[in-house]
């Protein structure tokens, strides 16, 4: 049964920072993409940052110059460093992996999910 279990958010003032990590568990990829996305209260999930197998990071245009998105392979944990934090970056954060190679900012193309976390950013 694989597991992805998200810790590390909380609430911070707008222009502070949070690191958000989602370790996996119960199953081992060759080729797996990780992806944060997040969904605040009356919107859609929606894409934040992905890292592929190889550790090619890409975001959302909102999000790129703020976020940093990296994976540590040998403890299989990927982070969301979040820089500059905005109120409209409030929400839930999900992490999800997706396990056939695809690089995806798509929810649906993913496998597997975390049970999120809350970030609430205040002015």
């Known amino acids: 049964q694989v597991q992805l279990v998200e810790s590390g958010g909380g609430l911070v003032q707008a222009g502070g920072s949070l690191r958000l990590s989602c370790a996996i568990s119960?199953?081992?990829?060759?080729?797996?993409?990780m992806g944060w996305f997040r969904r605040a209260p009356g919107t859609v999930r929606e894409f934040v940052a992905g890292i592929n197998w190889a550790g090619v990071p890409y975001y959302e245009a909102s999000v790129k110059g703020r976020f940093t998105i990296s994976r540590d392979s040998a403890k299989n944990t990927v982070y969301l460093q979040m820089n500059s934090l905005k109120t409209e970056d409030t929400a839930v954060y999900y992490c999800a992996a997706e396990t056939g190679g695809l690089v995806t900012d798509v929810p649906t193309d993913y496998d597997y999910w975390g049970q999120g976390t809350q970030v609430t950013v205040s002015s």
């Open positions: 119960g199953g081992s990829f060759s080729r797996i993409t």
